[in-house]
């Protein structure tokens, strides 16, 4: 097969008329041609440095055919997700259904599951399941070292589990939301050598200084690339472009070519855009992902132009994945795992007794995974703490999935909804159910619709109930990705019709259990801080 196009040479930065010869899924040779300015771009694929797959709420090989229409031909994955709900089961799940399609996906052996010991999860990997993961030839890194901590105060546990990747002479992800001058030098001093956590330009710096790589993350939330970007001025090399987490919705529409746009939109040298876009994770992760070169596998795009990245065509091994703007990756037949052992609940089991009228609330910021901790005051009723929905203080609830037990219960600011509930079985990282609305009933409601289905997204409004479910661990669907983004995308609108005006509501929700993120966040067994590491009384 010979492909014909301006090739853009990255390391050179350069850009040439070129024929290039594909023979067994690899590139034979590359010719140069007569000048043609007419021709279209190509260029190598775009790589996704940090991302946790089920957060598309798709199993691997469904990302894979919408990400490819983008230019995407490979993944940095953390199977974290499925990892807190199945354990070793949840990995072994990802890498298998990954391997059906013609995609690479780079898979990470999760650090922190549980994430902490203040959440109820579904799995543990223990140190010895660290060993035995990073002993297989599909595993490539050490995933996001979340207990920051830990690794700062050089826990034992901590500590094992990064020797056990330096030895296998894997990279080891960090996280470590914040951290700066000291702190984040021990952090780095014991082996993270990456961070997407960033959300300051001198935190940022400060990390580059250190070693760290940066992977500035533009995700479905979580939205740092505005804070960032002008470190790919100076450091090209040091950075790295990821998603993190992308919902369905958003991944129909755009995913790591986005990023280059934007970039280039704000001025940003082509060569460094396209050398942090698709070939800094290739080096730091030791990836068989194909530069354009003699002898490489044939991973390559065809672009309309250098400007927005419009894609003609992807290749991935020779093979054509994505044709103008349509998959050619066929679906898969895929089986369902899942840990889902929680009855149906009450309406007074959302109740908690006044304290008096003043609590900590959390607040979430659009796109930001921050919460700060606010006060407010909430309404009380025979004695019991509701919803002040004319002040925007509402009830946030954190449902243990994997046994009975009453749920927690605190508040939250900015969700804005005027009736009813939305609710989730995609809860970072635990994967609990957390549902935020303006009464019991709703909520409970909410909560109910997600049990019955074992997993899943629901809204519920005075007039409608709707849920997607999510069958595979609660937290990803195997149905065909086009007809789960439309799904997600009316219970979106639904939401935003109820009042919420979070660019990303659901997604929102998913990190108000994230312990690991300060400041106060909700796990199912209470309020939490997120600086200090410990549970928090709701009233004031």
């Not at 990255?10 to 041609?33: F, Q, V």
């Not at 044939?298 to 927005?308: N, T, Y």
């Amino acid at each position: 097969m010979i492909i014909k196009g301006q090739l853009v040479d990255i390391p050179e930065k350069s850009i040439y008329s070129a024929s290039i010869e594909i023979n067994e899924g690899k590139i034979l040779k590359i010719n140069p041609i007569e000048k043609d300015q007419n021709l279209p771009f190509i260029m190598p694929g775009f790589i996704d440095a940090h991302v946790h797959v089920e957060s598309s709420m798709l199993v691997p090989s469904e990302f894979a055919r919408l990400a490819v229409v983008h230019g995407t031909v490979a993944t940095v994955s953390d199977p974290h997700e499925i990892a807190n709900v199945c354990g070793m089961e949840g990995v072994d799940y990802m890498i298998e259904n990954g391997k059906q399609v013609p995609f690479k996906f780079y898979f990470g052996a999760p650090s922190c599951v549980p994430a902490t010991p203040f959440e109820t999860a579904g799995g543990e990997i223990d140190a010895a399941d660290i060993e035995n993961l990073m002993s297989r030839p599909e595993i490539h890194y050490l995933a996001e070292m979340m207990n920051w901590p830990g690794t700062v105060n050089r826990n034992e546990l901590v500590m094992e589990k990064i020797r056990i990747s330096k030895k296998y002479g894997k990279p080891i992800d960090g996280h470590a939301p914040g951290l700066k001058g000291e702190l984040a030098e021990k952090y780095v001093s014991a082996g993270p050598s990456t961070d997407h956590e960033c959300f300051t330009y001198e935190e940022a710096l400060d990390k580059i200084k250190l070693g760290m790589k940066i992977a500035i993350r533009e995700g479905s939330a979580a939205k740092n690339f505005e804070a960032l970007i002008a470190l790919i001025d100076e450091y090209p090399e040091m950075i790295m472009f990821c998603s993190d987490d992308k919902h369905p919705d958003n991944l129909a529409i755009s995913h790591i070519n986005e990023l280059a746009a934007r970039a280039i939109a704000k001025g940003k040298d082509l060569f460094s855009v396209l050398q942090a876009a698709c070939l800094n994770p290739i080096g730091h992760y030791a990836m068989n992902v194909g530069q354009l070169r003699e002898g490489d596998p044939a991973d390559f795009i065809v672009v309309k132009d250098l400007k927005d990245f419009l894609v003609i065509n992807t290749y991935i091994n020779g093979e054509k994945v994505a044709n103008n703007g349509k998959t050619l990756i066929k679906p898969i037949k895929n089986d369902i795992i899942n840990n889902f052992n929680t009855s149906i609940k009450k309406p007074e089991d959302f109740q908690i007794k006044a304290k008096g009228n003043k609590v900590r609330v959390i607040e979430a910021l659009d796109g930001q995974l921050i919460t700060p901790e606010i006060s407010g005051e909430i309404l009380i009723k025979d004695g019991f703490a509701e919803s002040n929905p004319e002040d925007d203080i509402l009830k946030i609830t954190v449902v243990n999935r994997y046994e009975d037990a009453l749920p927690a219960v605190a508040f939250i600011k900015n969700f804005r909804l005027k009736t009813g509930a939305i609710a989730s079985s995609v809860g970072h990282d635990s994967h609990n159910i957390i549902a935020v609305g303006i009464d019991d009933e709703s909520i409970c409601k909410a909560v109910n619709l997600i049990i019955e289905a074992k997993g899943g997204v629901s809204v519920v409004s005075e007039d409608q109930e709707e849920i997607l479910p999510l069958p595979v661990g609660g937290i990803m669907s195997a149905s065909d990705g086009y007809d789960v983004a439309k799904s997600y995308t009316r219970i979106d609108k639904l939401a935003k019709e109820m009042g919420a005006t979070l660019n990303s509501p659901f997604m929102t929700l998913s990190f108000m259990a994230l312990l690991v993120i300060p400041d106060l966040k909700l796990s199912d067994k209470g309020l939490f801080n997120g600086q200090r590491f410990e549970f928090e009384e709701v009233f004031l």
